[in-house]
Structure formats: structure tokens, C-alpha cells
């Protein structure tokens, strides 16, 4: 059914998506913590620069990343500087672009998450003497799981479904910035028709089930404290 | 006095529509074309009192959408094989198809010092990377690749590859200096008959088939007045000049 270049592109997509996913859990995390908890000035600015590639069209994000990536962008003179060589058209050059792309996916939900948490069960583990990192591990954590899941479903799903972004950095190259969305559009592109039908399809189901995995989380959450309520 | 206004705007309207229609030209062109066709299309609304809307993108998407019932009166294709597709099918009418411009292909790099005249830089394989659109779907890169396999740099260059979906994509990929080298078209680094960015070296003719593109009147603008003059006068000398001077040849 899939064509061996089909199963290069759907392996690189899922390898993307899981460590942007990774990434994103690990500094998202911070960032929804203080901006659920902050009464800074800078509380609205820094929420609607994590919130900007939600509105932001591809091509701007996209143009901007090619030339801040390139030999005369600040980004490219520092990872020439440290060695790395210039990103765009590397797989470590998608994995930054989608981490900026996918951040308001992984932020908000966990954000959303803690903001309802209140202060009450940190007051409570205080008095119990927990320490600042038991708190979050042993209290908020448990708590706030179904914000957690939902963040790393939407990321996930979001890198996936990338594609402006990863056609003006990209440069088709195979097993390295050839995913699965620009797979398709060079079918597309090039009136196989057939093949492009295989792959969408293929886009539809897995969005489709992720969607009911994020929805399936969100009921299941509302039961369960339903029945934590109930008791 | 509602329905007063509501008549005079549909009066209005229809006493404007047909006029406004046979006057108008709606022309899908190939991207590669943009730049000599905004400076065409300049002089044919001077000359004429015709409108013309210009719409740009890759010929494989302007075939897909004419296809589809786009609404275009007049196609500029990058090649010759959509055009002529389009004439088997009937989508087009047959006998106005045309080569309006033949394509030349050029290695360009941002690096004013870089390429000098000759493909050296090309051959040292002294390069981060190189640009080429992509050969499945665009004739520049389809002849990109001819001229690598005739200069049998195919194998070693590959793994240099960075393709753009069109021309104009391969073109942003050098222009950011991201990738050192890459094989653009002639027209899109030309300005006034001369290359004035960067450094280039314009492939022999020997080393690829002529990238003959294609202009053809479709079934949508077979009446329309001013799409039959548009293509005349892609033919007239006033035009082929112009053509010339963003580095296309004619027949």
C-alpha cells in the first residue's frame, strides 16, 4: 500500500513529532507554571507571544526562520559560532521551527490545567512540608495529568500536521525534511493522484483517532472527578 | 425607498457586467514568468483598453485547478506538456498554442566571488549545499537535473541536494544564502539584460532541452475579446523584446 518512500516520510514525521513533543513537555511546562501563577506586568505580553503562531500565517513564521537560520540571521551566525553548521534543511532545524509552532498547543492546555488547580492542594502539601519540587511531583502532577495528556496529544498531532513551515525550511530531502504533509503535496503536485489519496487518508484516520484519544482524555477526567465529588 | 436603491443597484449591475466581462482577461501564469509578465502586462493595458488579473503559481497547480473549472481565460504554462494536456482533454482550443518564451537556466550564488563566469565552484564540490527545484514537478529543476547528469555530478552532488517545490522557492533558498549554490532561471536574477546580484554562470544550452514554455487559450475565454488580444500580442516585437530583456529566448 505505502511505497518505501512513503514509510521514510511517516517514520521522519512520527521521529519529529515525538521529539518536538519531548522537548516542547519540558520547557512548556515552566512557562504554563508562571503564567498560570504571575501577577507580572509581563503576564499578557509573554502569553500572546506563546499564543502568536497560533494566528501567525506559515509563510511568515517560515520566511522569518529561513532568514534568522540562515548565514546572516543572528540564529545562524550563533549555531555557526558554536559549530553546528547552519540549520535549515537539517532535521534539528525542523525540530526548532516546529517547537516554536506547536508551543501554544503543549502551553495552554497545561496552563488551563494549573490555573484550575487553584492554591488550596499547595497550601495543603506546604503544611505537610513537602519541598517545592515533591509539591509538583507528588501533588500537581497527579492533579493536572489530563492537562499534561492533552498538551502532549495536540503537540504531537500539531508537528504532525505541519506543513508551511517545513516546505520554505525544509528542502525535501529525504529521511531528513521530507514528511508526510509534503509527501503528499508532491503527489499532489505532480497529478499522482492515487498515491496522494493513500497517504491522506492515512492523515485523516490518525488525526481522527487522535482527536477522539484528546476527547476520550477530557471525559474521562470529568468522570473521574465526578466520582472523587461523588465520594 | 428600499427597494428603490435595491433596483438601482441591480440596474447598475447589469449595465456594467457584460461590459466589465468582454474586457477583462483572467491568465494563470507559471511563477518563473511573474516578474516579465507584470512588465507585459504594463504595456498591453496601455496599448489596449483591456483589464487583465494575473494569477501566479506552479503550472502542475494551475493545471489541476483549470481542471477543476477554474476560472482562467488564458494559461502560461512552464512547459509544453500541461498546455498540450489540457488541448487533448479540450479544455483548451486547439491551434492558439504557442512558445512564448524558452528558459534559460542559470547557477547563481548570493557570494558575489563564488562562481565567476564558470562552473568551477560547481566541480570542487566546495559547496554547503545545492539548490534545485524539484525535477518531478518543475521543468527548471527537471533541467537542473539533465545538467548534472551530463556533467556526470549527479551521484557526487546528492547528498548536497535541496529541492524547492518551484523555482521561485529554490530561488529564496539561495537568495538567504542557506544554500551556497543553486540552479535558478535566468529571469529571476536578471534585471534590464544584466545579472546585477551575486555571482552566476549560464549553462550551455548543450547541457539540457530547451525549457519551452507554452501560452494557450482556454475553452473559458474562447469569446473573450481581450484574451485573444493578449496573446497577440505576446507575439508582437514590442513584446519579444521585453521577453528578451528578462533573459528568455524566442523562437
Same mark, same amino acid.
Given at each position: ?6 514509510? +521514510? ?5 512520527? @521521529? ?20 498560570? @501563577? ?10 500572546? =507571544? ?19 537560520? *540562515? ?34 498547543? !503543549? ?21 505537610? @512540608?513537602? *519541598? ?46 521530507? !514528511? !508526510?504533509? =509534503? ?10 493522484? *492515487? ?8 492523515? +485523516?484516520?490518525?488525526?481522527?483517532? &487522535? ?9 474521562? /477526567? ?10 | ?33 511573474? *516578474?516579465?509578465? %507584470?512588465?507585459? &502586462? ?10 487583465? =488579473? ?19 481565460? &488564458? ?5 509544453? /506538456? ?64 539533465? &545538467? ?35 540552479? !535558478?532561471?535566468?529571469?529571476? +536574477? ?21 525549457? @519551452? ?21 505576446? %507575439? ?16
Amino acid at each position: 500500500m505505502f511505497s518505501e518512500a512513503d514509510l +521514510i516520510a511517516i517514520g521522519l514525521t512520527l @521521529r519529529l513529532a515525538f521529539t518536538v513533543t519531548v522537548i516542547l513537555l519540558i520547557i512548556g511546562t515552566p512557562i504554563a507554571w508562571w503564567l498560570a @501563577r504571575t501577577d507580572s506586568w509581563w503576564r499578557g505580553p509573554v502569553g500572546a =507571544v506563546v499564543a502568536l503562531p497560533l494566528v501567525l500565517p506559515p509563510t511568515v513564521l517560515g520566511f522569518y526562520m529561513l532568514v534568522a537560520m *540562515g548565514p546572516n540571521g543572528y540564529l545562524g551566525q550563533l549555531t555557526q559560532a558554536l559549530g553546528m553548521g547552519l540549520l535549515p534543511f537539517s532535521f534539528w532545524g525542523l525540530v526548532l521551527a516546529s517547537v516554536v509552532y506547536s508551543l501554544p498547543f !503543549v502551553v495552554q492546555p497545561i496552563q488551563n490545567a494549573f490555573e484550575s488547580l487553584g492554591n488550596r492542594p499547595l497550601e495543603a502539601a506546604a503544611t505537610l @512540608r513537602c *519541598g517545592p519540587w515533591e509539591t509538583f511531583f507528588y501533588v500537581v502532577l497527579p492533579l493536572t495529568k489530563p492537562g499534561f495528556l492533552t498538551a502532549a496529544i495536540l503537540g504531537f498531532a500539531h508537528t504532525v500536521g505541519e506543513f508551511g513551515v517545513v516546505l520554505m525550511i525544509g528542502g525535501n530531502i529525504p529521511n531528513e525534511t521530507r !514528511v !508526510v504533509s =509534503v509527501q503528499i503535496y508532491d503527489y499532489v503536485e505532480a497529478l499522482e493522484y *492515487g498515491q496522494a489519496h493513500i497517504l491522506s487518508i492515512a492523515m +485523516i484516520v490518525f488525526s481522527f483517532l &487522535v482527536l477522539l484519544g484528546v476527547y476520550g482524555v477530557r471525559r474521562h /477526567a470529568n468522570v473521574s472527578s465526578l466520582m472523587k465529588a461523588r465520594k | 425607498m428600499r427597494t428603490l436603491s435595491l433596483w438601482s443597484a441591480f440596474l447598475v449591475l447589469f449595465s456594467i457586467a457584460p461590459w466589465a466581462q468582454a474586457d477583462q482577461v483572467h491568465v494563470a501564469v507559471a511563477s518563473n514568468f511573474s *516578474g516579465a509578465m %507584470k512588465s507585459l &502586462v504594463e504595456q498591453f493595458e496601455y496599448q489596449t483598453e483591456h483589464d487583465v =488579473v494575473l494569477s501566479f503559481g506552479s503550472s502542475g497547480k494551475m493545471l489541476a485547478q483549470i481542471q477543476n473549472g477554474a476560472p482562467y481565460d &488564458v494559461f502560461l504554462s512552464a512547459d509544453q /506538456a500541461k498546455p498540450m494536456a489540457l488541448e487533448a482533454s479540450g479544455e483548451a482550443l486547439q491551434d492558439t498554442r504557442f512558445t512564448y518564451a524558452i528558459g534559460a537556466l542559470a547557477l547563481w550564488s548570493s557570494d558575489s566571488d563564488l562562481i565567476d563566469q564558470s562552473p568551477a565552484a560547481l566541480l570542487s564540490g566546495q559547496f554547503n549545499k545545492l539548490a534545485l527545484a524539484n525535477p518531478k514537478l518543475a521543468p527548471y529543476g527537471y533541467a537542473a537535473s539533465e &545538467v548534472l547528469n551530463a556533467m556526470g555530478l549527479t551521484e557526487s552532488t546528492q547528498a548536497h541536494w535541496v529541492m524547492g517545490e518551484n523555482i521561485s522557492q529554490t530561488y529564496q533558498f539561495v537568495a538567504s544564502g542557506n544554500a551556497d549554490l543553486g540552479f !535558478v532561471a535566468l529571469s529571476q +536574477i536578471m534585471s534590464n539584460g544584466a545579472v546585477t546580484n551575486g555571482s552566476s554562470w549560464l549553462v550551455p544550452k548543450s547541457l539540457y532541452h530547451p525549457i @519551452r514554455q507554452d501560452a494557450v487559450l482556454l475553452k473559458r475565454g474562447q469569446d473573450n475579446l481581450a484574451a485573444k488580444d493578449l496573446l497577440a500580442f505576446l %507575439k508582437s516585437p514590442a513584446a519579444i523584446e521585453t521577453i528578451h530583456r528578462f533573459g528568455y529566448e524566442t523562437e
